[in-house]
């Protein structure tokens, strides 16, 4: 896998998914599949935060796992610097990874029980930079957990059921900045964390944007912290694309009927709490058989004829936002 630098620009995104899509057999010798991610298109900018957002179901972490390149994708490409990447294993996959590396959601399932934080981060750096030796591979591991705030003296011959939630998640933050990456895609990082320390790991992933220039993909249910973390809120149902612009303007002025009951069903705008499930009428479409039209339209309250059999293409908005809804037809309103 090779790229080339030289002649991009700084504006270009460092990782970008163009109409990726996503499908998964549900069982041998039937034509049944799951319509897990459909025609998703994103761009991740070296230092800045794109949050990605829905219920569960939504796809979002389907998203991360083909940008990390865990599952092949079934239509859509995965670009690095401009360039179509696909990758299975082997050396292809390890360069890829040095520059993309994926955050999970459970930091204590991530890490393996049995080894210490001195293990977990020196097998990081063996496989990215194996000739990191001696002194070099000391320093390097003092280095990584100072970045993520915790002592290396206290903190390097602990085993994970010795920390707490925060110290773990901080942990796999720093396993995964061993490998020296452009881009974080950050899997639902502070949703297993206690609420009073999650506004610290986001504090702290901001911290390491801003030193690092990384580009990061945020996924969450909560879009009261795409607000605070993320410069571009990018809004999911159903596996697809409703809404997207800045995160201020997303999250204040909400264009998407699934995005203002996403925000009108969180309970405190300004506490980085999980959003609750969307309460409305209706349940959310099968993804085995997707419904002709929007999918949101079974639970919409503004629901139109047109929208049960049309599926809505995206409107431009006021500045950089967009929804896919009829209501934004010209002359609609």
């Known amino acids: 896998m090779t790229t080339t630098h030289s002649s991009r620009s700084l504006d270009d995104p460092v990782l970008a998914a163009r109409s990726l899509s996503k499908r998964f057999r549900l069982s041998r010798g039937r034509n049944q599949y799951l319509h897990a991610v459909d025609g998703v298109d994103l761009d991740l900018h070296r230092g800045t935060v794109v949050a990605l957002v829905g219920e569960s179901g939504s796809g979002k972490s389907t998203v991360a796992r083909l940008m990390a390149q865990l599952h092949p994708a079934t239509g859509g490409s995965i670009e690095l610097d401009g360039e179509s990447v696909k990758v299975k294993g082997g050396r292809r996959f390890r360069a890829y990874a040095r520059q993309v590396q994926l955050i999970l959601q459970d930091p204590f399932a991530s890490l393996n029980p049995i080894h210490t934080v001195r293990y977990v981060l020196t097998r990081s750096l063996r496989i990215h930079h194996p000739g990191l030796r001696g002194d070099a591979l000391e320093e390097r591991l003092g280095e990584l957990l100072s970045k993520v705030h915790l002592q290396p003296d206290r903190f390097l011959e602990k085993f ?7 110290q773990r998640q901080r942990v796999s933050i720093a396993r ?20 009073s320390i999650r506004l610290g790991v986001l504090n702290l992933l901001t911290e390491l944007k ?20 993320a410069d571009e809120t990018i809004v999911m149902y159903a596996g697809q694309i409703v809404e997207r612009g800045d995160s201020e303007s997303v999250t204040q002025r909400p264009a998407h009927p699934y995005t203002r009951l996403l925000i009108a069903s969180a309970p405190d705008p300004d506490a980085l709490g999980e959003t609750a499930a969307v309460d409305n009428a209706g349940e959310p479409p099968s993804l085995i058989n997707p419904v002709p039209g929007c999918r949101f339209a079974p639970r919409c309250p503004s629901v139109m004829e047109r ?7 995206t409107f431009p908005l006021s500045g950089s936002s967009s929804a896919a809804c009829w209501l934004y037809e010209e002359g609609t309103r």
Do not use: K, Q
């Not at 990456?181 to 297993?192: G, I, K, Q, T, Y």
């Not at 801003?210 to 973390?229: G, K, P, Q, V």
């Not at 929208?307 to 293409?313: G, L, S």
């Open 160 to 166: 994970p059921h010795e920390l707490s939630g925060g």
């Open 176 to 195: 995964a900045l061993g490998a020296r990456p452009r881009v974080l895609l950050a899997d639902e990082p502070v949703s297993m964390l206690d609420v």
């Open 210 to 229: 801003n030193e690092l220039n990384l580009a990061i993909l945020y996924i969450t249910h909560d879009i009261a912290s795409a607000r605070y973390f």
């Open 307 to 313: 929208c049960r059999t049309e599926t809505p293409p």
